[in-house]
Every structure is written in structure tokens, then in C-alpha cells.
């Protein structure tokens, strides 16, 4: 490949980092190259570029920088490198207890007690520690510093120092304890920090594995067993009970419960049925399904999803954008510090003092819990929207929807199913609920219009001489009965006396819902009551929204009756009626004018505008494409109870971010002057230091115990 502009955006595996100076470095590497706009989170060990030049110069731009690089994929890197990092690990720790003991127990000390010391300590300072030493000399080869610079010196001061005492013989004067220490513990919180990390991007490899391991395709009317890559948009494949849809499609032939808790969140099977769509990756549990693949590959929805999901986690937000503008300059920074140390201990007669004040300087504040903060915080809480049924597109999206004080909620689609159905049959005197309702939709079977298909799937029966009016109903043979369906008016001109339907009718459009009147051979026998059927949980949505601060509009192209109807029984007290694509644009741009964070609920195309204007954009599941492009968040099920729980959970995880970056900076702000003034032991200082990070990275994990309002 040539180094032409590529304006694809590429995902890198990077190898070598340690330290959110490290990932600084990366990022400003790739970010100097012409039209390249790059994101390097040392969590995920990945850096996404945008533009610039081809695969191939990335990758070596990375390497000039002294870190390693690959096209991304699916990998176990942390278990990996937690596996090479634990025989260091192990030997450090058997050999780092008897040096210990040897130079801290005057009871054990002999004639060669430091010697047998040192020996001991060499494996520990050569061997053990030398991914710290490699990774110093990487960082000083392009004039800067890293993590690694500080553990390496502090380690290697230790040492110096400590056969210069042996060969005194003053094995009291040594710091070997700090030499080999120091190694074990920074190992032990590397490893122990790698395995949480493989946890906390568990969501995203859960998304990645969804896909099934082999398909089932007819091929010239035979069952042929292949590989789901092996498919094709057109082919027919079967599933049967137990087995996991291979790509998507829709449904031939057949019923049978699907499973999509992993995708979608939610937790009971879906019955499908002909026609009815099907994602690859979910589970059939009980019945056979003939489907009809129509997206293979990387156009699926479970790729989509596990993209979406992996550019989200390689984001930043700004408060990481801080962290690592000052972590860029805090290693030199700390250098100087532990110089300023050794030369004022110096000063004042106690060089070896200075010395440990010195190490321990270097070794408290390495950088690890401030990079990790961000990152860790936003692979759980991310992970976890995914598993609810929330997809948020990045940090920057978390940040607008924590701040967000005003949402508009369309109304279709949204609060409501966006179907119409039967909602009652009101029998006018003298006739019977179940026989209107029994006549009436045999007589709607053969209609194409929603109201009458609403009517249809009330019941079923055959209807014979069916005829259709266009703008007025419909007329049908139902068990020897001449039934008619449609406005009043029509009626009328069929020559039925529909004055009695009329007090029925007015009642239910005033509440918003569509009212036609049955006629049963000649005389009006019920009224017919179809309304868009409220969503189950739009009143406590609507109701947690309120409860988290944010104030509900409902906006609507529909006209104030079914508006205000839908307000009524959700609490929503701010209602635009009759608005169109421009006039919801123009709400979100008067509540911005008002200095509110505006976030837009909706499912349609008319909706794509408002979503892609306001400070943030949720696009709820069924929606169009369009909707969800416009989007910041996603929601996997049509359920409006998962955008209060969004907004709960960008809460909680920015809030998570915050008390990890707090703690990460203030523990050092605090260290380091303790340890200047010789105050804090290199060894304690180390064992510090490892557990600031494991205990920043065990506070994101804390993430992936949210769960939804009760």
C-alpha cells in the first residue's frame, strides 16, 4: 500500500506502553502527520486514526516513537502479557525475602552476607525488572521519559548504592531491600491491574463473540454445513432449537422464540415469525426457523455494535485530555524533584538519606493511576451500557448527556409503539361487544389501511365480497351478514342512521384516538376506538426523567388532541402540537437560546434533524437509520425507560472518572513532598504506588455492577 491519504478511520494494537506519558507520546507521533487526527487509549492499548497516510506509515511512525504497532484485532493481550509478567513476578518474590532478611536482620549477617545479598538481588535487578529497564532506555533514545525512566532509576540508584556499601562491608548502609522490593511490587500491580483490565473490556469481547460458529445453508435443496463467512446477502439458511442465527436476515418460514438478551438486553425471548427480522448472533430456543441472510460479515448488527462500542471506549474525555496534558510534563517534572532531594540532603551532610529520598521520589509518582483513570472508567461504564440495552458513542457524548436539562421526547415511535391498535369496541344498544368485534374484523381482513389492519388483528374469519372505499371504508360478507365500517359520514351515504355512534366518536377523538362506527346489516352497531397505544413504561420514564432534574418536552407532528392526550397520562406539562421537522429544530435551538442541554428522544426521519442540532441525540430502537446515524446514543430496545437509566448511567460513570483522577493526582501531590523530605521508605513507596492503580482500576470495575433503577 502506498502512503496516499486514507481517510478510513484505522485501529492500531500498541505494544510497549506503560504509562499515560507513553500514550501521550503515541498520540502526538500520529497526530504530526499530514491529515491524521489521532486517539491513544492505554487501556485498550489502542490508538484510532482518522485520515493521514497509509497503514504502513502509522505503523511505522509508532515504531520510530519506540512502541510497537499492528492493525487491531481480537486478542486476550492482557491475560497474555499478565502470563509473561508472572515468572518475573514469582522469581522476584522468592528471591526478594532472603536478601531482604539478609540486610535487615543483624542476627543474619556474616562475613559475606552482603555478597550473598547482592547475589540474590542481581536476578531481581537484571532479569526481573528489566521490562522497566527496556522500556527507560526506549523513552531516553527519543530525548523523553516514562513511567519506566522512574521505577529504572530508583532501581538501579538502589543498587549502585548498595555494592558500594557491600564493598565498604557496611551491608547497613545498602538498599538492596529497596532493589528487589520495589520490582515485586510494581510486578505484582502490573499484573494484578492487567487482569482487571481483561475484565473491564469483558462487554465488548462478549459483542465481538456473538457470532455463530457455523451455518446451516440450502444449496440446491440439501442441507450444506459451511462456515458464516462462507455466506452470501440471498442465501437461505435453517436454525434449529439451540442454535445461534448466523447473519442477518429475515424470517422465511417457521415460528420459534429468539433469544437476544446478549445484543438487546432484554431478557424474554421474542416470537417471530414470516417476515419478521432476525439478528445474527441471537439464540433460537425453540422452533425452526427458515431465514433469509440479507447482511453478512462486517455489515451486520452485531459488527455495527461492536464497532460503535469500540470507538466509544477509544475516545477521551476532556478531563483525560487534562490528565494527559499534565502527565506529558509530570516525569521530567519528578526527575528534577527527586535531584532537588538527593542535592538538598546533601547540603545538609546525609547523602544517603538524600539518596533514599531521592528513590522514593521517583518511584511514588509514577504516572500509572492518572492514565488509567479515564480509560478504565470508560470501558466498564460503556461495556455495561451495551448490556443494558444503551450504546453510547463516546466520552464526549457521556459528558453532554451527564449535563442535560431539557429533553424533547417525540411522541410516535417514542412514547407511544408507533402501531395502531384496537384499543375498544363500544356496542351501541341492543348488539353485542364480541360479535361487533368478531364481524368487524373478519369484514377489515382484506384492508390495507392501518386503521383497518388494526381492526384486523383484533380477531380473525372470512370475509366474502369485500369491498374497499377509499377516504371512507370498507363493506364485507361476514356470516351472511352485510357489514359496514367507516366515518360516520360514509355511513350516512351508505344509508345508515349513524346519529347514535356519533356521542362515542367525539368522546374518542377528543382524546386523541381514531373512531370509526361498525354497521351490521343496515343499522350502526358499535364504535371502533384504534389509537397509537401509549408505550407500558412512558409515564415512569417520563417520571425518572423528572426525578434526574431533566425537564420533559413533548413535541409532535400530530395535532393537540393525541398530544395532549399522551402528555395527560405521561405528567408532561410543556406540549408543542402540529411540529414539523423545522419547527422541532427550531424548539431545540429556542432551549439552547435559554442555556439549557438539550437532548432529543426520537425514532424517525423527521426526527434526524433535532437529533444531530441538539447537544445530544438518542435515537430509540425500531427508529430508521437516518435517526440513529444522528445520534449520540443508541438504545437497542424500543423501551423509553432506557433513557432516564442513560443518563443515570453517564452520571455515575463521570463521576467514576472524577474520583479516580482525584484520587490518582492527589495521592501523588500528597507523596511526593512526604517522600522528599526523606519521610517515606523507597519499598512503602512502591507498594503504594501499585496499589493507587489497582485500586483506580477496581473503582471503574465497580461500573459493572449498575443496574437499572428499581
Given amino acids: 500500500m502506498s502512503a496516499a491519504t486514507d481517510t478510513r478511520s484505522v485501529q492500531l494494537d500498541i505494544t510497549g506502553m506503560t504509562c499515560a506519558a507513553c500514550a501521550n507520546r503515541v498520540e502526538r507521533r500520529l497526530n504530526r502527520l499530514p491529515g491524521a487526527t489521532a486517539s491513544v487509549n492505554l487501556a485498550t492499548e489502542t490508538a484510532t486514526v482518522t485520515g493521514g497516510p497509509a497503514l504502513e506509515q502509522l505503523i511505522r511512525t509508532v515504531e520510530a516513537a519506540g512502541y510497537g504497532a499492528r492493525p487491531a484485532a481480537p486478542r486476550l493481550r492482557e491475560e497474555r502479557d499478565a502470563r509473561r509478567l508472572v515468572p518475573r513476578l514469582v522469581l522476584a518474590a522468592v528471591l526478594a525475602l532472603p536478601t531482604v532478611l ?15 545479598a547482592l547475589a540474590l538481588a542481581a536476578p531481581v535487578v537484571l532479569w526481573c525488572a528489566w521490562p ?71 462487554a465488548l469481547r462478549a459483542l465481538l463473540q456473538l457470532n455463530a460458529t ?37 424470517v422465511a418460514e417457521g415460528r420459534a422464540a429468539v433469544d437476544t438478551a446478549l445484543l438487546t438486553g432484554e431478557a424474554v425471548p421474542v416470537e417471530v415469525g414470516p417476515g419478521d427480522a432476525v439478528i445474527g448472533g441471537s439464540l433460537v430456543a425453540g422452533g425452526s426457523l427458515l431465514v433469509t441472510v440479507e447482511r453478512v460479515g462486517a455489515d451486520t448488527e452485531v459488527a455495527r455494535l461492536g464497532r460503535l462500542v469500540a470507538q466509544a471506549q477509544a475516545g477521551k474525555a476532556q478531563a483525560q485530555r487534562l490528565a494527559d496534558r499534565v502527565s506529558a510534563v509530570f516525569v521530567p517534572v519528578v526527575l528534577g524533584l527527586a535531584l532537588l532531594a538527593l542535592a538538598g540532603w546533601s547540603l545538609v551532610g546525609d547523602p544517603g538519606a538524600g539518596l533514599g529520598a531521592a528513590i522514593a521520589t521517583l518511584v511514588i509518582a509514577c504516572p500509572c493511576a492518572p492514565g488509567l483513570a479515564t480509560p478504565t472508567a470508560l470501558l466498564v461504564g ?57 364481524l368487524a374484523a373478519a369484514a377489515e381482513q382484506g384492508s390495507e389501511h392501518p386503521v383497518g ?16 372505499a377509499p377516504g371512507g371504508g370498507v363493506a364485507a360478507r361476514v356470516e351472511g351478514r ?116 438539550v437532548a432529543v428522544a426520537g425514532d ?27 445520534a449520540g446514543v443508541v438504545l437497542l430496545r424500543e423501551d423509553p425507560l432506557l433513557v432516564p437509566e442513560a443518563v443515570r448511567l453517564s452520571r455515575r460513570t463521570l463521576r467514576t472518572i472524577r474520583v479516580n483522577l482525584f484520587w490518582a493526582f492527589a495521592y501523588n501531590a500528597a507523596a511526593l513532598p512526604v517522600a522528599m523530605l526523606g519521610l517515606l521508605s523507597p519499598v512503602i513507596a512502591s507498594g503504594a504506588m501499585a496499589l493507587s492503580s489497582v485500586l483506580v482500576v477496581g473503582n471503574s470495575l465497580r461500573l459493572a455492577r449498575f443496574r437499572r433503577a428499581a
Fill in 453 to 468: 389492519r388494526a381492526i384486523a388483528g383484533a380477531g380473525a374469519g372470512a370475509a366474502e365480497e369485500f369491498r374497499a
Fill in 214 to 250: 457455523q451455518a446451516v445453508v440450502l444449496r440446491d435443496g440439501r442441507e450444506v454445513l459451511v462456515a458464516p463467512t462462507a455466506l452470501a446477502p440471498g442465501d437461505r439458511v435453517v436454525v434449529r432449537p439451540g442454535m445461534t442465527v448466523p447473519a442477518d436476515g429475515a
Fill in 604 to 630: 424517525g426521519v423527521n426526527d434526524a434533524a433535532a437529533l444531530a442540532a441538539a447537544g445530544l441525540g438518542i435515537a430509540m430502537g425500531g427508529g430508521t437509520d437516518a435517526a440513529a446515524e444522528a
Fill in 132 to 202: 522497566f529497564h527496556q522500556g527507560a532506555v526506549l523513552a531516553a533514545r527519543h530525548r523523553s521519559a516514562s513511567m519506566d525512566t522512574l521505577i529504572s532509576l530508583g532501581v538501579t540508584a538502589a543498587s549502585v548504592a548498595s555494592v558500594a556499601g557491600v564493598a565498604r562491608g557496611a551491608v547497613h548502609d545498602a538498599y538492596l531491600e529497596v532493589a528487589v522490593v520495589v520490582p515485586v511490587l510494581v510486578l505484582a500491580g502490573k499484573v494484578a491491574e492487567r487482569v482487571a483490565r481483561r475484565r473491564s473490556g469483558r
Fill in 102 to 116: 539478609l540486610t535487615m536482620l543483624p542476627a543474619l549477617r556474616g562475613p559475606a552476607s552482603g555478597w550473598v
Fill in 382 to 438: 460503556t461495556g455495561r451500557g451495551a448490556q443494558l440495552g444503551v450504546l453510547i458513542r463516546g466520552p464526549e457524548v457521556l459528558e453532554r448527556l451527564r449535563r442535560v436539562d431539557a429533553i424533547v421526547l417525540d411522541k410516535t415511535g417514542t412514547l407511544t409503539t408507533g402501531r395502531m391498535t384496537l384499543e375498544a369496541v363500544i356496542p351501541l344498544a341492543g348488539h353485542d361487544e364480541a360479535v361487533v368485534r368478531r
Fill in 482 to 597: 352485510h357489514v359496514l365500517i367507516g366515518a360516520p359520514a360514509w355511513l350516512a351515504g351508505e344509508g345508515v342512521d349513524a346519529a347514535p355512534a356519533l356521542p362515542a366518536v367525539q368522546e374518542a377523538e377528543a382524546r386523541g384516538a381514531t373512531a370509526v362506527v361498525a354497521a351490521i346489516d343496515g343499522e350502526a352497531a358499535g364504535v371502533l376506538v384504534v389509537a397509537d397505544a401509549l408505550r407500558p413504561e412512558a409515564a415512569a420514564a417520563v417520571a425518572a426523567l423528572v426525578a434526574l432534574g431533566v425537564e420533559p418536552v413533548l413535541a409532535t407532528e400530530d395535532a393537540s388532541g393525541p398530544a395532549g392526550a399522551v402528555a395527560a397520562a405521561t405528567g408532561i406539562a410543556r406540549v408543542h402540537a402540529r411540529s414539523t421537522p423545522q419547527g422541532k429544530l427550531d424548539l431545540v435551538r429556542a432551549l439552547q437560546t435559554e442555556g439549557r442541554v
